[in-house]
């Protein structure tokens, strides 16, 4: 059972670049999101989606898109990378019911911008 | 809106003291969820528990116990008998259901380093 796969593992970009972090599950959650991590901060929501065809910012969308054409997919498109954007890149998914609610998380994506 | 502090950015104790990790949030939803997860050094998020917030039962499992008293609005953590693999980031994260449903995703404290020495 593969849950949450994430790909990339390690990117180093240069400024002005482009690239697409890949995230994809196979649990049919509903819920995804994209979050990112900087050193002693937490992660911060970046953008999320309830279902196919439906996305909205979270707190930290500035420098980012997404998509959703399938409930398996949910990748993050950076444009123009700045070095403000160097960050570890987690992505999750979640379905609410009586089982739980908890989130799964991918192994992370770790970006540097140069 | 909501928040959620872990005032304890790191904690270092040596190996089989125990050790309790602080988690205050602050929402106005009457329904919501806590957890928390463990990030040790390889990276990835660990799920270890959930919470709703009209159980207000104190959960053990093994060397690991979380009291939550919504009285205080707190959801803290106490590992017993610490281990060197305990070592890790360990995050707090409040999910408001009333708010946008939850499906706004988790918002996090900022973690506390654990590190347990040998």
């Known amino acids: 059972n593969a849950g949450v796969t994430q790909t990339p593992k390690f990117r180093i970009l240069k400024i002005g670049q482009s690239m697409t972090l890949q995230c994809t599950q196979d649990m049919n959650h509903n819920y995804m999101y994209w979050y990112r991590q900087d050193p002693g901060m937490g992660l911060k929501l970046i953008y999320y989606s309830v279902g196919a065809g439906i996305t909205d910012k979270g707190e930290v969308p500035n420098g980012y898109n997404v998509s959703r054409s399938t409930t398996e997919d949910f990748p993050l498109r950076l444009e123009l990378a700045a070095p403000s954007q160097t960050s570890v890149y987690f992505c999750a998914s979640r379905q609410f019911g009586a089982l739980g609610t908890e989130a799964f998380f991918g192994q992370g994506t770790r970006l540097t911008v140069v | ?118």
């Open chain 2, 1 to 118: 809106a909501q928040k959620v502090t872990q005032a304890q950015t790191e904690i270092s104790v040596v190996e089989k003291e125990d050790v309790t990790l602080d988690c205050v949030y602050e929402t106005r939803d009457t329904t919501y969820y806590l957890f928390w997860y463990k990030q040790p050094p390889s990276g990835e998020l660990v799920f270890l528990i959930r919470r709703n917030s009209f159980d207000e039962q104190n959960e053990i499992s093994g060397r690991y116990s979380w009291n939550f008293q919504k009285s205080t609005s707190s959801f803290n953590f106490t590992i017993t008998a610490s281990q060197v693999v305990d070592s890790a980031v360990y995050f707090c994260a409040l999910s408001e259901i009333e708010s946008g449903g939850g499906a706004d995703g988790l918002t996090f404290g900022k973690g506390t380093h654990l590190i347990i020495q040998p």
